[in-house]
């Protein structure tokens, strides 16, 4: 399935080059990284790790997002501790990754903050980009 943007907020440009052994930069040059496998012991970082932030990051914002519209107010010091583990599938044929997000929100009730993630979960882009497509679990801290 494949979901028309109704409208370009942002677009992000960046350059990479090498694969996992290389590098990447954005096109307005703030974010400038080596990129290293995992496991290789090399300075730099890797794409779960990109990913890993990302992911956080943006629900951070859906969350921040969703909030008001369904009042629940998200704490200050909400966090998200993400793993990203990449492995084999299909036997070996080709691989995969699985995203577990625990969420943390200091001060709120079970209710609202399963309220809240859910309601985050259905609008988040990078949820609506893995639905379906890789195992994502939500923990609620």
Not at 48 to 55: P, R
Not at 102 to 119: Q, S
Request: glycine fraction near 12%.
């Amino acid at each position: 399935m494949t979901t028309q943007l109704d409208k370009v907020l942002y677009t992000a440009q960046a350059h990479t080059t090498g694969g996992r052994d290389g590098s990447g930069k954005t096109s307005d040059g703030s974010l400038d990284v080596t990129l290293t496998s995992p496991g290789s012991n090399k300075p730099g970082t890797n794409p779960e790790q990109l990913f890993a932030v990302g992911y956080a990051a943006c629900f951070i914002g859906a969350m921040k997002a969703v909030g008001p519209k369904i009042g629940v107010k998200v704490p200050e010091d909400v966090a998200i501790d993400s793993n990203v583990s990449l492995g084999p599938t299909n036997g070996g044929a080709a691989y995969g990754i699985a995203v577990k997000l625990t969420i943390t929100l200091p001060g709120l009730d079970a209710d609202a903050k399963k309220k809240l993630v859910d309601t985050a979960h259905q609008v988040c882009p990078y949820s609506n980009a893995t639905r379906g497509n890789i195992p994502v679990e939500l923990v609620i801290a």
